[in-house]
């Protein structure tokens, strides 16, 4: 069912689903009898991609997820906000690495990856107590994403007798019963990328996780009002409309299977 999910969900995505479409279109083309469909298939294919290409409409579709949680604000001092105050756990979760022998950690990390453990090693900074858990698996014969992020956080400063490790979650779902194992019922700081965090929290309130949303790596930028240049497209913008989809699409399914 997960590698089901994957592969259904990779080519719902903007740019799988465009080229899915074209290529059909094409296919239609060549008889008489389709080229109507295949024409209507290979203009819905296009519009498609100039839609979710252009940055008016990305920056919306991303910022709508962004906005719902705020940010941790600066920490005058070092010292801790009320809602942090009591964290014994600062929780990041998955965001992907690259493999490339001899690069430090926070070279491999993916973008969405580096800005939620810089993230949490601020949180780290004015909770001295608490407890920084990193989540992810890893491909055969690789490190774990989790001990890349580990790494990345001790190149960073933190103790490393600080981190604990969660190397089998697979996915958002899977992370959410193993952090409620490891907290205990302890309160958690949950850092994962903002645009992420809608479905996170769903999947962490229904696991029982008593957690505070920290969400890092915002992309939309916040709201600097309409200007000529929203009118162009390019791959930053699908890049973004790639996670907004992305992110809906698997909040619609946890909401169809009653997981949330």
């Excluded at 989540?135 to 890349?148: D, I, K, L, N």
């Excluded at 890092?216 to 791959?235: I, K, N, V, Y």
Aim: hydrophobic fraction near 50%; include cysteine.
């Amino acid at each position: 069912m997960f590698w089901l999910k994957k592969l259904v969900s990779s080519w719902l995505m903007p740019l799988p689903l465009c080229v899915a479409l074209a290529f059909a279109g094409f296919v239609l083309l060549r008889s008489r009898r389709t080229a109507r469909l295949g024409r209507g298939l290979c203009l819905a294919a296009v519009a498609i991609l100039l839609v979710f290409s252009n940055r008016f409409v990305s920056t919306r579709l991303l910022g709508s997820l962004e906005a719902r949680f705020p940010s941790i604000p600066e920490m005058p001092g070092h010292v801790a906000p009320a809602e942090l105050a009591g964290c014994r756990f600062v929780a990041v979760l998955g965001g992907g690495n690259s493999a490339m022998p001899g690069k430090p950690a926070t070279s491999l990390l993916s973008s969405s990856a580096l800005g939620r453990i810089v993230e949490a090693v601020r949180i780290l900074a004015v909770l001295p107590e608490a407890r920084l858990v990193v989540s992810g698996p890893g491909e055969p014969g690789s490190p774990t994403h989790a001990s890349v992020l580990a790494q990345a956080a001790e190149s960073l400063g933190v103790d490393p007798r600080r981190i604990t490790l969660i190397d089998t979650a697979r996915d958002t779902e899977d992370e959410s019963f193993a952090f409620a194992r490891v907290a205990g019922g302890g309160r958690v700081a949950l850092v994962t990328s903002a645009w992420h965090m809608p479905r996170a929290a769903l999947l962490f309130r229904k696991a029982g996780v008593d957690f505070i949303a920290c969400p890092a790596d915002f992309e939309s930028r916040g709201d600097p009002g309409f200007t000529w240049t929203d009118l162009g497209c390019d791959a930053e913008s699908l890049q973004r409309s790639t996670y907004a989809v992305h992110e809906a699409i698997g909040i619609l399914w946890l909401r169809l299977r009653g997981a949330v």
